[in-house]
């Protein structure tokens, strides 16, 4: 029954099917060889502290296939450069292999400016510490907050809390340095617009407290100051002395009102006047001259 399994006919097929069969795979083999580059190997350039672009540009100029896995930010590296590889420089792998990279930020990341106003120095330095931010410079000026922040500010600008700021930033604090032992009369403000009393009790070392505006007046800017406290005189005409450091608080309205407290309009005194004591003596070096020329 199976002897044609001896017969010579069957046996040429059988190792003619055989060699094909062999023919086939080596072929198959070799093309798949020759489509993966079986047995090539490159080395991996070492892109470390390169930009990004270069980076990718020149592995794959090479071969490889580049793919950023994440994108990070550290002050210690340039931005847009490779902090790390995979695999790493200078290693042999096949070729087409898949190189993957971390990279530093182009842009600096954007973070909250911390609330320091109130805070004293070394606690407003180590929340801008932790805040990823820089102590930049430290102005002292006259304040009742002896030893706290009294504003916080960027280039000279003030910043309020929770704005966003770019990473890394040099944050200037404004230190209250206490009470100005000099005291000077209280400026009259009245009439001015709130941007001009500003830029006075600025000049003079006073804080403004606060600005009330009457209904119907939104803009601060452009509202008219019509009452202020401390006011520049008392109701008996007697001159108001304040220091730099102190705090003012204004009433403001969109239009100019004429001030009801007339006392208030009544012209300076000799500004060479400091203090209450020298307008005690004065006042009575003149009653001493009164006194004369009646007895005359």
């Known amino acids: ?3 044609f399994l001896t017969h010579r006919h069957f046996l040429i097929n059988l190792l003619v099917m055989i060699c094909l069969i062999a023919l086939l795979i080596w072929g198959f083999l070799l093309t798949l060889g020759m489509i993966t580059k079986h ?12 930009s990004t672009a270069e980076s990718i540009k020149l592995l794959e100029s090479k071969g490889f296939t ?20 995979f ?20 842009t600096l990341p954007m973070v909250d400016m911390p609330a320091l106003v109130s805070k004293s120095k070394e606690y407003a330095i180590e929340l801008l510490e932790r805040g990823h931010l820089k102590l930049g410079d430290t102005i002292f ?21 929770a704005s966003k700021i770019p990473w890394g930033s040099k944050v200037d604090l404004v230190i209250g340095s206490g009470l100005s032992n000099e005291q000077f009369m ?6 001015l617009s709130i941007n001009e009393a500003k830029a006075i009790l600025e000049e003079k070392g006073l ?18 100051v019509y009452k202020q406290n401390p006011p ?39 500004t060479d006047i400091k203090s209450t004591e020298e307008i005690a003596k004065k006042k009575k070096k003149s009653k001493i001259k009164t006194t004369d020329r009646k007895d005359e």
């Open 186 to 191: 209280v400026p009259s403000l009245l009439g």
């Open 207 to 224: 804080q403004l407290a606060s600005v009330i505006l009457d209904a119907g007046t939104t803009d601060t800017a452009n509202a008219f």
């Open 141 to 161: 000026k006259p304040s009742y907050m002896m030893g706290a922040v009294i504003e916080q500010q960027i280039n000279g600008v003030p910043v309020l809390a």
């Open 39 to 50: 047995g090539d190997y490159l080395t991996v350039p070492n892109v470390l502290k390169k």
């Open 87 to 106: 695999p790493e420089g200078n290693s042999m792998v096949k070729v087409n292999r898949l190189v993957m990279l971390t990279v530093n930020r182009v």
């Open 232 to 270: 520049t005189f008392t109701e008996d005409k007697t001159p108001v002395y304040i220091r730099a450091g102190q705090v003012m608080d204004l009433w403001g309205n969109k239009v100019m009102i004429t001030p009801v407290d007339t006392v208030t309009m009544v012209q300076e005194p000799d």
């Open 1 to 3: 029954m199976f002897k």
């Open 66 to 85: 580049v793919q950023v896995q994440d994108s990070v930010y550290t002050d210690t590296a340039k931005l847009g450069t490779v902090l790390k590889q």
